[in-house]
């Protein structure tokens, strides 16, 4: 593992209820080193955001959860989640396939979705002192169960070396990571390139109401920034959603 810190500790395991549950619990009864990161070949009880289940293929998917002390400021809570999601973007970018952001947790390709993200922090006194950022990834899946699901093979019509795709993308996490201490501009424009249908006319549904607006930029406050009938709105996450066909 070519990085300094992020998945220098691997903890793997054969079967696991769920990565983020187990890092949670381990990281409150022993001291871990920051970039520890949980590894499963297998987990049964997967979680997703919103209180969804998360569920992945044994040996065909990546599922991992990384522990990290950002010490940063709730107020850029979601500049943290900027980072993770646009680290999984560009590690993909070495596998030459294009992923964007749905905001505010999912990877697509090719409007699907292909991975997830569910980070879960602990606050003190106004700051992030602990987060456990899981990861699933569907990697290897040659079908899945659901219509707008994808995985990289099913992509790329290809397998895909699931530890080379991990140590890329502990390296990619890595570099945003340190990066978010020193330059939030470039994280925060990076990220506007990678958004799903950034700049293009899109169906929201806005309190049951279909509304077409263009996709602009996701703010500091994790807010998505539309701009309906020329004029900017943001929205919270629960407040809008994709009207996909
Ligand atoms: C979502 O799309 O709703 C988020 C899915 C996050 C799933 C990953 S798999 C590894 C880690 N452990 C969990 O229980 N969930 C995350």
Redesign the pocket.
């Known amino acids: 593992m070519e990085t300094l810190f992020v998945g220098q500790n691997i903890i793997h395991l054969k079967s696991v209820d769920?990565?983020?549950?187990f890092l949670t619990n381990l990281s409150k009864n022993s001291s871990l080193v920051e970039g520890t990161l949980v590894l499963a070949h297998e987990?049964s009880q997967?979680?997703?955001?919103q209180g969804?289940k998360?569920q992945?293929e044994a040996g065909k998917s990546l599922?991992?959860?990384l522990l990290l002390f950002p010490k940063i400021d709730i107020a850029h809570q979601f500049l943290f989640n900027k980072c993770v999601s646009l680290s999984i973007c560009k590690a993909l970018e070495h596998f030459d396939i294009h992923a964007s952001i749905k905001w505010p947790?999912?990877i697509f390709i090719n409007n699907k979705k292909v991975a997830?993200?569910?980070i879960e922090n602990s606050i003190q006194k106004n700051t992030i002192s602990k987060s456990i950022v899981?990861?699933?990834m569907n990697v290897n899946n040659e079908a899945l169960d659901f219509s707008f699901a994808t995985s990289l093979k099913m992509q790329k019509s290809s397998d895909f070396d699931v530890n080379q795709l991990l140590a890329i993308l502990c390296q990619e996490l890595e570099k945003h990571y340190l990066l978010l201490k020193s330059d939030r501009t470039s994280i925060n424009e990076s990220y506007n390139n990678y958004l799903f249908r950034v700049n293009l006319l899109s169906s929201f549904l806005i309190g049951g109401m279909a509304i077409q607006g263009i996709v602009k930029e996701v703010d500091d406050m994790g807010r998505l920034v539309l701009e309906i009938d020329g004029r900017k709105q943001r929205y919270l996450w629960g407040e809008l959603r994709f009207n996909l066909s």
């Open positions: 769920s990565t983020n549950t987990q997967g979680r997703g955001q969804n998360w992945s599922t991992m959860s947790n999912d997830g993200i569910l899981g990861i699933g």
